[in-house]
């Protein structure tokens, strides 16, 4: 009895051990279903695309990156983290092809996506909230100084976006690439990231002509001293925005502060050529080597003495087919119709060599007695508007052989400009404002190609500057962002020692597009040109359709790549049945019509490995040990 006794007291103590046990499993599982709903997630975006603190995680975000690009492209993607994630960081030392050739330094830039609270949307189709905007830079592309992009917090739930930004030297030979940026601190990952390198390259000075204005005093404006008081300074200041613009495909037409011809035609062209002569003569530290301006305007007097005093200067330089004289923006807004035959007379006189730009139309220039213009600057709404209007369908054969484009604050509704411009709830349009689609700010350049423009045009890129601080508000002319494409980078913002221009995502989304237009205009060169045209408009079929995928963009860009190819004989092994080249880039991977498989990673705020799974697993793991040794016990029990 007393045998039996001690046996049925085992029993029942190793019963309630199990049950113990099974209540820790319970709690453990219970607790890693918890973490899982809390950790981390990192994944990759493609760069056309604007991840928000909210924007859902794509149900098969992909966990690597994949791009392609000419030689002496850039190429861009996001690593995304979803938190809660505390202290993160990361880091790129590079791509390798394995035969000793490397991309690195300069050419690979890791920035952390500030973002900006939108009060009021832009136009009909922008949204409210915050938005990823600004790119503060862990080692900047400029001075090469350390910056404070890293580390940073993200909140349980939201979006935290890392831009990685690849160029390829030119002389990198084509072929594979491959590398991976390092996540550390309280999200961690080893993101996989291939590039392709195509056999071709394109220009570092951009075929596609720009002129982009800053105001001779935005870049002071914005970094505290709006009177520009320390001339020296404020030059090389300026300096920088010029260089950061011409790494982005965008000339600044107006490079220098100071006006170097006053009205009677005495010069001094110093300044002009100790700071602006590097831009135009391509000898500037730009990571696009070479790199030239591609226009530059008239400032200052423009009497006909001072227009000979350019001219004079720039023939002497080699410049002068750059150079233009900027007669009027948008009569009757900012000059009067009557005004402008004696400013062409002006011009004229100075040298009749000079180009004459105007943004208008040349009908309404013509209704209004003006001719002698060389160049029109057609904002695109004018171009092709929506059926049912009066400009519907293509309006290119009313306009002369030779133009520019530009976007304005039509593209979303403009406010406090005219009447007969004003509007409300404007959609679709290619435009630069920050609440739009990323396709958006890209699409203007291939809008150039599509109505056979040779370049674009954009009044001023430090317009918030002067209306409090750009970090907060951009708001100007009824959109976010219009006339302003840089952040201030003062020290105390961005961390370093020398102040900069921080980028924004539409700069970049601009210089993407204007190497979208490379890739057609190359196309075009080599015979494809019709090829080219079709392709353009199955991305953007109409001017008042600026949006489109990423997957798209890419898929459209594989196609351009392989006609290229092809054209110089250096057609890739045919890949699929057709024979063309598929789009394995991230834009493609995270389109639904292309799904990809990809594990995503979690991570414990409190830190750790990283792995394609829970952490806490090894709770459970554990749990179940303990249980496994529990039951043995009960089995010994029992047979003794």
């Known amino acids: 009895m007393k045998r039996q006794h001690n046996q049925t007291g085992i029993l029942q103590a190793s019963r309630r051990s199990t049950r113990q046990a099974l209540s820790l499993l319970t709690i453990a599982m219970a607790l890693a279903v918890s973490s899982a709903a809390s950790a981390a997630q990192i994944w990759i975006a493609p760069a056309a695309t604007k991840v928000r603190p909210l924007t859902a ?55 952390r996506e500030a973002l900006i609270n939108i009060a009021n949307q832009s136009g009909g189709d922008g949204a409210t909230g915050w938005w990823p905007d600004a790119l503060v830079p862990d080692v900047d592309p400029i001075v090469s100084e350390k910056r404070n992009a890293f580390p940073f917090d993200v909140p349980a739930g939201e979006n935290r976006a890392v831009y ?28 996989p990231v291939t590039l392709t390198v ?50 982005n495909h965008v000339s600044v037409s107006v490079p220098v502060s100071s006006v170097p011809v006053s009205s009677t035609g005495a010069a001094d062209w110093s300044a002009f050529d100790t700071y602006g002569g590097p831009f135009m003569d391509g000898a500037a530290n730009t990571r696009l080597k070479s790199a030239q301006l591609t226009s530059v305007q008239i400032y200052g007097p423009a009497s006909g003495a001072a227009v000979k005093g350019w001219s004079d200067h720039f023939k002497a330089k080699g410049w002068f087919p750059r150079l233009f004289n900027y007669i009027c923006d948008e009569p009757p807004l900012t000059c009067q119709w009557s ?113 056979d423009g040779t370049g674009e045009l954009y009044y001023e890129m430090t317009q918030s500057y002067f209306g409090g601080d750009p970090w907060v508000s951009q708001v100007a002319f009824g959109g976010n962002g219009d006339g302003t494409l840089f952040y201030p980078g003062t020290t105390a913002k961005i961390g370093g020692q020398t102040e900069i221009p921080v980028e924004s995502l539409r700069l970049k989304g601009i210089r993407d597009g204007m190497e979208d ?101 090894s709770w459970i793991a554990v749990a179940i040990a303990l249980v496994a040794g529990l039951r043995r016990r009960l089995s010994a029990a029992r047979g003794r």
């Open 517 to 617: 237009y490379e890739l057609l205009h190359l196309a075009a060169t080599l015979g494809q040109g019709a090829q080219a045209k079709q392709i353009a408009l199955g991305v953007y079929p109409h001017a008042y359709q600026g949006v489109t995928t990423p997957a798209a963009l890419d898929s459209a860009r594989a196609q351009l790549a392989t006609l290229i190819l092809h054209a110089l004989g250096k057609d890739a092994p045919p890949t699929e049945q057709n024979g063309s080249s598929p789009c394995t880039t991230t834009g493609c991977q995270s389109s639904s019509s292309a799904p990809q498989t990809a594990s995503a990673t979690f991570m414990f705020p409190s830190g750790g490995c990283s792995s394609t799974g829970f952490q806490s697993a």
């Open 57 to 111: 995680v794509p149900a098969q975000a992909p966990a690597a990156a994949s791009i392609a690009a000419a030689k002496n492209e850039f190429e861009a993607f996001q690593v995304v983290v979803t938190g809660p994630a505390t202290g993160v960081s990361m880091a790129f030392d590079g791509l390798s092809d394995g035969q000793g050739h490397t991309i690195s330094g300069r050419d690979v830039v890791l920035y």
């Open 198 to 247: 195509w056999d071709f390259s394109v220009p570092s000075t951009s075929t596609l002509r720009t002129a982009f204005g800053i105001t001779w005093n935005g870049p002071c404006a914005g970094h505290g001293d709006g009177s520009c008081s320390n001339v020296a300074y404020e030059q090389a200041l300026r300096a920088r925005y010029v260089q950061a613009a011409l790494d």
């Open 339 to 451: 005004d402008i035959p004696g400013r062409i007379a002006e011009s004229r006189a100075g040298d009749p060599g000079v180009t004459v730009l105007l943004t208008s139309q040349p009908y309404a220039a013509a209704a209004n007695g003006v001719s002698g213009i060389d160049l029109f600057v057609a904002v695109i709404n004018y171009l092709e508007d929506r059926p049912g209007t009066s400009l519907a369908s293509s309006q290119r054969a009313r306009w002369p052989s030779n133009i520019w484009l530009y976007q304005g604050c039509m593209s979303f509704g403009c406010s406090g400009v005219s009447p007969g411009v004003d509007a409300t709830g404007s959609t679709g349009w290619p435009s630069y404002a920050i609440d739009t689609d990323a396709t958006r700010n890209r699409a203007l350049e291939w809008m150039s190609y599509i109505f």
């Open 164 to 191: 990685v930004d690849v160029h390829v030297p030119a002389d990198a030979p084509a072929g594979k690439y491959t590398g991976t940026v390092v996540v550390s601190g309280g999200a961690s990952a080893q993101v």
